[in-house]
């Protein structure tokens, strides 16, 4: 996977995930879509900043027969790159030659490289991103050196330097850092209207449906000329799966 941007230009090559990802990927939409505001309400903890989604990700995937859990990772700053904490879904998927394997899933992919004053290029590439990444660490690296290379480009444009917190080394704390599997909290409370906290959840939520089905309908329409070239069956169950993620 590689990337050059250029004015006027840019490429990107996305490593495609392999069956049991796009399986993965596949369930982790549906669950999404699947997800209604009014039960958010037993995992909402103070600020929202998207927790109260993950851990209701995490029970439906159990429910679902996955070994899901909400992971915790904690790193200290180090020279110029500021300590932090990030929180994020794995899956533990079995593999029958390699032993089990573990899944990351962060539903909140393209926050991680926004950056201040991005060219236009550099703003084509990032509503590239996936939605919600599903996949391996290997793979989530490889998005990360483009992703920083075309940041680096994207700044130097207006003069500006990259800051830590987009660093290669700091992002890669955020997912390679030790971590502690936490299990599902829930706090039980009485349904009354919506708090701050609650409607800073409910906003989170609406916003990711709205930008997953944004990129499955041009996933969509991307797809229109290939689909046409292949068989009709093809193409029927092509289109039958996306508006069955498009449904909800």
């Known amino acids: 996977m590689c990337v050059l941007i250029k004015p006027g230009s840019e490429k ?12 993965l ?42 070994d899901a859990a909400v992971c915790v990772s904690k790193w200290q700053g180090f020279d110029k790159i500021p300590g932090g904490d990030h929180e994020y879904i794995d899956v533990i998927i079995d593999n029958d030659l390699t032993g089990p394997e573990r899944l990351i899933i962060d539903i909140d992919f393209r926050s991680h490289f926004e950056i201040a004053r991005a060219v236009d290029p550099y703003g084509t590439l990032l509503d590239s991103l996936p939605v919600v990444y599903v996949g391996t660490l290997p793979r989530l690296k490889q998005f990360l050196n483009v992703m920083v290379d075309a940041a680096k480009w994207s ?3 207006n003069s500006m330097p990259l800051p830590p917190w987009r660093s290669l080394s700091y992002l890669q704390m955020k997912w390679h850092s030790k971590y502690e599997r936490k299990g599902l909290h ?31 309908e041009t996933g969509r329409l991307l797809m229109m000329p290939v689909m ?21």
């Open 25 to 66: 990927l596949s369930v982790v939409h549906s669950l999404l879509f699947s997800i209604h505001e009014t039960e958010l309400q037993d995992f909402v903890r103070g600020q929202c900043t998207g927790s109260c989604i993950r851990h209701l990700l995490v029970k439906l995937l159990r429910y679902s027969g996955y």
């Open 228 to 248: 046409q070239a292949g068989t009709k069956r093809t193409a029927m169950y092509e289109r039958r799966r996306r508006r069955s993620l498009l449904s909800f």
């Open 155 to 157: 700044l130097k444009q």
């Open 186 to 216: 829930s706090e039980q409370q009485e349904f009354q209207g919506a708090s701050p906290s609650r409607a800073l959840c409910f906003g989170h939520l609406k916003r990711l449906k709205s930008s997953l089905r944004l990129e499955l």
């Open 12 to 23: 990107m090559y996305k490593q495609a995930g392999d069956e049991k990802e796009n399986e």
